[in-house]
């Protein structure tokens, strides 16, 4: 004859119960902590990509920041010559390996005369044949204006337009750049900076640092530059007269004629090099290595290109690079994965139609 099971003793109810309350208070505190709900002043992904919102509008289903920007598809043939230094499968020695990128200018708006800034961006994912993924954006300045996050986001507050004027101020500029002595060297090359009128004769750089691990474990604190293989006869081209987007066209033209070329250069890192600091530039004497060729052979507009749905997240690595101490990198990572959210949960509005026009100043939403 079976006993009957025994009742649980009161106490026995409590504890279970206390647990289970217990558990869901952590959770929603870990949540609460995590979205910034708790700390309403504390930095979070959700801030910053709010401020850039609030900085020139909302435009659905497009990034946050370079959201004008057009697809490349191509592939990356190794020299062999970053082998030594990584075990990523795309560095040995005669891979070739299939890459969809992304030409960008920054900021919110997908509708900004291509002239309106000066900086130009280069997004890559390689596609290894192991399955791993190496995805990169670089931006043809040599240096980043700003070595945090906080400072990047009083960088993006100190921009932000002035109702009155719909331009930002000024002093609030001058006081920003004055608090922040590391944009010096920003500042500088922007004196002199031009926005080009193609992609294709800029050279771009990693600007944060990262780390090759080679075979026995080693680790070499590198960088990266995209260097052009595309010169002009007569000098860098200027952008046609009234002509607000120039630069896709520029691009389909140039590759009516043949794949355009990029030779990946990595420099190594000598000790006490900065590896924390991407407003800071390594000294021109470091080793350099040729590591391969990029050869972008076709390209598509971003609505329905291959580029549209990638999240370009510059921690998305192989094995064999590994990210350094950059405080900027989990930075953008994060407000990445929360602009790739809020975009692809809208509804996808195709460039130039009425009704991404009429909406593209709509509500800004925590």
């Known amino acids: 004859m079976n006993n009957p099971p025994s009742a649980m003793a009161p106490a026995d109810h409590f504890v279970a119960w206390a647990f289970i309350v217990g558990l869901v208070v952590v959770v929603a505190f870990a949540f609460g902590y995590v979205g910034g709900w708790l700390a309403p002043d504390r930095l979070t992904s959700g801030r910053i990509v709010n401020q850039f919102q609030k900085n ?26 970053a082998a030594p230094y990584s075990v990523a499968e795309v560095f040995a020695s005669g891979q070739r390996t299939p890459v969809v990128g992304r030409f960008a200018i920054p900021g919110s708006n997908p509708y900004a005369p291509d002239s309106s800034v000066p900086i130009r961006s280069m997004a890559l994912r390689f596609a290894q044949a ?39 101020d000024p002093k609030k500029l001058a006081a920003f750049f004055a608090s922040h002595p590391e944009t010096a060297a920003f500042r500088a090359w922007a004196k002199t900076a031009h926005p080009s009128a193609s992609f294709v004769d800029q050279n771009y750089y990693s600007l944060n640092a990262f780390e ?12 990266w530059e995209m260097m052009s293989e595309t010169t002009d006869a007569d000098g860098t081209p200027t952008a046609p007269a009234g002509s607000k987007n120039y630069l896709s066209p520029d691009l389909e033209q140039r590759l009516a004629q043949g794949p355009l070329r990029w030779k990946l250069m990595v420099t190594l890192a000598n000790p006490g090099d900065p590896t924390n600091d991407a407003t800071k530039a390594w000294p021109a004497d470091r080793t350099t290595i040729d590591a391969g060729e990029l050869v972008v052979d076709s390209t598509e507009p971003q609505a329905s290109g291959p580029c549209r749905d990638i999240n370009y997240d510059p921690t998305v690595l192989p094995d064999g690079i590994e990210i350094s101490d950059d405080p900027l990198l989990p930075a ?23 009704e991404a026009s009429v909406k593209s100043k709509s509500e800004i939403k925590s």
């Open 56 to 81: 020139a509008g909302v435009f659905p289903g497009y990034r946050r920041n370079h959201a004008k920007g057009v697809c490349i598809s191509g592939y990356f043939q190794s020299s062999g010559g």
């Open 130 to 168: 192991n399955g791993q993924q190496w995805r990169t954006g670089m931006n043809d300045t040599p240096v980043f204006a700003v070595s945090t996050p906080q400072a990047f986001f009083a960088q993006l507050q100190a921009g932000q337009p002035d109702p009155a004027t719909g331009k930002p």
């Open 212 to 223: 090759f691990v080679d075979a026995a474990g080693k680790r070499h604190p590198v960088r």
């Open 332 to 354: 953008r990572s994060a407000a990445y994965a929360t602009s790739y959210l809020r975009r692809t949960s809208e509804e996808a509005h195709l460039p130039g139609s009425a």
